[in-house]
């Protein structure tokens, strides 16, 4: 197919295109409107051609030239006769807009905000012609933070900032007067670090560590700072700069370095190993968060697992980086997340609960409080925002008192989370990381447009709001692959998805969020080595969960924990384990089972999720999704093939769980519409377990297709069924063939998704971006109010239309 030159735009090579089948392409915009105002797809467009080229080879000859390469690049389309709109996306991340005029297929470049507006056309016509309709343009806040240009960069931020903060720094000795100045502001609880005053230019400073560094070098390499500090102290220096001669000499080094002519890979080194970050909170306010009883749960599943293990890697890599800076810290981390009074036999009613294989690590949890009291029940995550603000004034005050002082980084997770750490990290100065785990803009088709229609189910107007004030206030945003940043060749990423989108009625955000932005950065999570390891390693193995496992599999009884049972014991097992949502489309791969007759002689099914009753469900999604699940397996007769097993919150024991399937030569299957990252495929693959996952989003890189595992596409059932079949077809003839993907999916695991690797770029980040904020704080000010104005005016009125559940009043004493 062709391509385009870096230096073409589309609206100068589109009209040569349209020329060369400018007979058969009239006709083909002719179809396109006449139906009126109306959103095209890629799929549209496409059929269009199909109905109007009928010859085959020339069909192909026109989709192989540029045009086809235009077609297949466009995201969306839309008709206004007499013209057509395209907002073409020839790489991740870069969009051009055209118009086209049907009748003599001129060809206008447009602005996105024109685009928008031919958007807007099809559902809200007034708003789109009203000349003062709102425009929401963060790109005018950002005048002086230099981007990246190419794609492939997208997502290495971290590589970046060094590169730019080093530029900045550079030309004489008074230039680096910032950094000299940042490292004058560093302390602990009131105790100076790396200098004092004595060092307070950038001259004073270099003489200093010429000096320190001749002393230095006559030391043995590990004598103790201690022996040499009050000498020091006299030079101007404090502590922090290592916890013997050798560590503290290497990293003066590095800032003579940058001192003398600064270069990223000092700068990279020297920012990354300062004393900045002690004390970290982390939100993550929705869903039962916990460690035990709670997964499975409704809006309770990887997000939780992600933050406990974060924590763990985290704190591990906090107590090493203080002890190598020579510092007697004892770090904390506050993951701070709702109470909620109506448990559900869980420990979400608890205030303060320390974390398991932590030593100072802890779940803080703070009530939704009402003029009406606590809230006592679980609510939606659709449904949480009346409560964030109240939440994190109360959470901030406690966040305050425990930690005795303000924390050195916030980080957010999710929506909720991410903007009550932009509140806080607002309020109180300090450095505000995001994580998204999931955006819900991507999930559904045209949610922006139709946000009016979704908005009683979803209140996505307070959610994408929310999320794009989020990914603005924050110093840097953690991803855990590209394409939740920028997507894939065909489709664009979740953040690139809040570039430019529009909210008829309410806003059309001309610039929401920028992917070629230094903030963005990847850093892939990976699964607990102690509980995901692999099936062959025998003495490891928990035996004594292997009877509940094969009572929870093959017995033949129906109770509240399994339904269904598998007559063969000798086929092996598909297995898939998610909370019940549409998205995770479980019921989806129930249905390629109960359709594929090829699968279902070669292997069983066991699914894992919620539980049967739909009546128990408060979750609207939840209960569709039981009710569904059970008229499949009636439908299809599935009763003696597969097995439904409810909701496990065991994590140990559903290491062993997916080991056992492994066992019988099966395989882990990850159906989802769309998923973000996709903890349970790294956990499968993690225990030895060919996996199967989902084509939209994250497994999608997490597995190279036919390599470590399988893409299968959730959209094509009967493609992905016989995927699998085909692969237990082979494996039944040859095992090797089973062993070949068990082997690759492991060999992926360890090469590139383990939490140590995470912690390192986690913590590197927080000292870069700590500093880099400090360098851009006139900007990140004027940014800030503008969010603050677009927070109050738009926000905090959208929250209102969220209903507030009734509840019995309660008495108002704080829970235990
Ligand atoms: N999980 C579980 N029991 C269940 C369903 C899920 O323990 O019944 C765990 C699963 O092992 C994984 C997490 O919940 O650790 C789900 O994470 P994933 O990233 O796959 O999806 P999410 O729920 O976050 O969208
Ligand atoms: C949320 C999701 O939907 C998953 O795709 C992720 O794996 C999980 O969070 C952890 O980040």
Redesign the pocket.
């Known amino acids: 197919m062709a391509t385009l030159k870096r230096s073409d735009s589309i609206a100068d090579s589109m009209p040569e295109a349209l020329k060369q089948s400018r007979y058969h392409m009239k006709r083909c915009f002719a179809r396109y409107i006449d139906k009126g105002t109306r959103l095209l797809k890629l799929y549209h467009l496409m059929d269009e051609i199909n109905e109007v080229i009928d010859d085959q080879t020339e069909r192909s000859q026109v989709l192989e030239g540029l045009l086809g390469y235009i077609l297949c690049s466009t995201q969306e389309a839309v008709a206004v006769p007499p013209h057509v709109a395209f907002a073409i996306r020839p790489n991740p991340g870069c969009w051009e807009f055209v118009k086209v005029n049907s009748e003599d297929l001129k060809v206008e470049p447009i602005t996105v905000t024109e685009f928008l507006k031919f958007k807007e056309l099809v559902s809200d016509e007034n708003w789109a012609k009203d000349e003062h309709a709102l425009e929401v343009d963060f790109g005018a806040y950002e005048f002086s933070t230099p981007q990246l240009t190419l794609s492939s960069s997208i997502g290495n931020g971290l590589n970046f900032v060094s590169k730019f903060i080093t530029a900045k720094l550079s030309g004489s000795l008074n230039t680096a007067q910032p950094l000299v100045d940042y490292l004058l502001s560093l302390d602990l609880q009131g105790e100076k670090l790396m200098i004092n005053d004595a060092l307070n230019t950038a001259e004073k400073l270099r003489m200093a560590l010429i000096i320190a560094e001749v002393y230095l070098s006559a030391l043995a390499k590990d004598t103790s700072y201690q022996s040499f500090e009050l000498r020091f102290k006299e030079w101007g220096f404090e502590k922090g700069w290592g916890d013997t001669a050798e560590r503290v000499r290497e990293t003066m080094r590095s800032l003579s370095e940058v001192l003398q002519a600064p270069d990223p890979v000092n700068m990279d080194k020297f920012l990354s190993s300062l004393p900045i970050i002690f004390n970290v909170v982390i939100f993550s306010p929705h869903g039962y968060f916990g460690q035990a009883d709670v997964l499975g749960l409704p809006d309770t599943?990887?997000?939780v697992v992600?933050i406990l293990d974060q924590v763990r890697a985290v704190e591990e890599e906090l107590l090493l980086r203080i002890k190598h800076q020579g510092l007697n810290a004892k770090p904390q981390i506050l993951v701070v997340t709702r109470l909620i009074p109506d448990a559900r036999g869980t420990k979400c009613n608890q205030e303060l609960e320390p974390i398991d294989g932590t030593k100072y690590s802890n779940i803080l949890r703070v009530p939704f409080r009402t003029e009406k009291g606590i809230l006592r029940r679980w609510v939606s995550r659709f449904d949480i925002y009346p409560y964030l603000e109240r939440f994190t004034h109360d959470a901030t005050a406690k966040i305050l008192e425990i930690l005795d002082g303000k924390p050195d980084l916030i980080v957010g997770n999710y929506t909720d989370g991410n903007l009550v750490a932009s509140l806080m990290a607002s309020k109180l100065g300090v450095t505000q990381a995001t994580i998204a785990?999931?955006l819900e803009k991507t999930k559904y088709e045209d949610s922006d447009t139709r946000w009016k229609e979704l908005d009683p189910k979803y209140h996505f107007s307070c959610q994408f709001i929310a999320d794009t004030i989020a990914m603005n206030a924050t110093d840097f945003i953690i991803a855990?692959t590209y394409q939740e940043i920028a997507g894939s060749k065909d489709r664009p990423g979740q953040y690139e998805s809040h570039a430019a989108f529009t909210l008829p009625g309410l806003c059309r955000v001309v610039k929401g969020i920028n992917v070629f932005d230094p903030k963005f950065n990847i850093a892939a999570?990976g699964a607990d080595q102690s509980v995901y390891f692999p099936y062959t390693e025998k003495q490891q193995r928990h035996t004594k969960f292997q009877p509940q496992i094969e009572a929870l599999l093959y017995s033949r009884e129906e109770n509240v924990e399994h339904i269904g049972y598998l007559a063969d014991r000798k086929k092996p097992i598909i297995f898939s384990m998610a909370r019940l949502d549409v998205v995770k489309n479980l019921t989806g791969l129930t249905e390629w089972y109960g359709k594929n007759k090829r699968m279902r002689n070669l292997v069983n099914l066991v699914i894992v999720g919620a539980f049967f009753d739909p009546s128990k469900s408060k979750d609207r999604e939840e209960t569709a999704e039981i009710k569904k699940m059970h008229s499949l397996i009636e439908k299809y007769q599935l009763k003696g093939q597969m097995r439904w097993i409810a909701a496990q919150s065991d994590r140990v024991r559903n290491g062993e769980l997916y080991r056992c399937i492994a066992d019988t030569r099966g395989a882990f299957v990850q159906p989802a519409h769309y998923?973000?990252?996709?903890?349970t495929v790294i956990e499968a693959m993690n225990c030895g377990l060919p996996t199967f996952a989902t084509n939209q989003g994250?497994p999608a890189e997490i597995i190279v297709d036919g390599v470590s595992g399988f893409h299968i596409d959730p959209n094509n059932g009967d493609e992905s069924s016989n995927k699998i079949a085909d692969f237990f077809e082979k494996s039944k003839l040859d095992p090797a063939y089973w062993n070949m993907f068990s082997t690759e999916g492991l060999k992926r695991i360890n090469e590139c998704y383990t939490w140590k690797i995470y912690a390192k770029k986690m913590l590197n980040m927080g000292c870069m971006y700590s500093f880099w904020k400090q360098l851009n704080k006139g900007q990140k000010l004027a940014k800030q109010r503008y969010i603050e104005m677009f927070y109050n005016l738009q926000f905090k009125n959208l929250v209102k239309n969220v209903p507030i559940p009734h509840e019995e009043p309660q008495p108002q004493t704080q829970p235990q």
């Open positions: 599943g990887g997000q992600y785990h999931a855990s999570p998923e973000a990252f996709g903890l994250g």
